[in-house]
T-cell receptor, first 112, second 111 residues
């Protein structure tokens, strides 16, 4: 099946640890995105990439890092510099331009 | 900076009613607008994409309209069903292909 796969579904992080969230797509999309969702708030853009080996900061990039070495993969690292990482993280992709975007099923990250 | 407002924030109706969900945005310089639904604890499912050159888009019992000049979009749901219960999100697509989201409308359709 074509789509976007996020893993793991649930992730627990200890204080001071870096963790990496995986996002893979087999839709042959050029653009990929990472959003963060908190209760009662809209989705906020963390990073986005329009093409391999290039990415831009979104509205809340501090404490996060990404890479885009392959077209189908866009992993997100939540670093220890992110002070409030507990949230629901969503990855999306599109053909680029203003094309329709598709989302994965999300990763719920909890700090323990 | 684009800001998106969705009204109402929550809606509870009996099965069979026709519904109207509203989305307004502050920057009319958008390319397209996309509507999504989100079930609890899940990702977003794309419902409709309205291109800036269109005024309406239909998919089954769903019909979405877009008025760029006034910064508004409306999602109509005909003959609502309990399976329509979810949070509905709109996202105008502007510069740099970024989608900007509102906080959504939480819909509950009771049997």
């Amino acid at each position: 099946d074509g789509g976007i796969t996020q893993s793991p579904k649930y992730l627990f992080r200890k204080e001071g640890q870096n963790v990496t969230l995986s996002c893979e797509q087999n839709l042959n999309h050029d653009a990929m995105y990472w959003y963060r969702q908190d209760p009662g708030q809209g989705l906020r853009l963390i990073y986005y990439s329009q093409i391999v080996n290039d990415f831009q900061k979104g509205d809340i990039a501090e404490g996060y890092s990404v890479s885009r070495e392959k077209k189908e993969s866009f992993p997100l690292t939540v670093t220890s510099a992110q002070k409030n990482p507990t949230a629901f993280y969503l990855c999306a992709s599109s053909m680029g331009g203003s094309a329709e975007a598709f989302f994965g099923q999300g990763t719920r990250l909890t700090v323990v | 900076k684009q800001e998106v407002t969705q009204i109402p924030a929550a809606l509870s109706v009996p099965e069979g009613e026709n519904l109207v969900l509203n989305c307004s945005f502050t920057d009319s310089a958008i390319y397209n607008l996309q509507w999504f639904r989100q079930d609890p604890g899940k990702g977003l499912t794309s419902l409709l994409l309205i291109q800036s050159s269109q005024r309406e888009q239909t998919s089954g019992r769903l019909n979405a309209s877009l008025d760029k000049s006034s910064g508004r979009s409306t999602l109509y749901i005909a003959a609502s069903q309990p399976g329509d219960s979810a949070t509905y999100l709109c996202a105008p697509i502007g510069g740099f292909q970024k989608l900007v989201f509102g906080t959504g409308t939480r819909l509950l359709v009771s049997p």
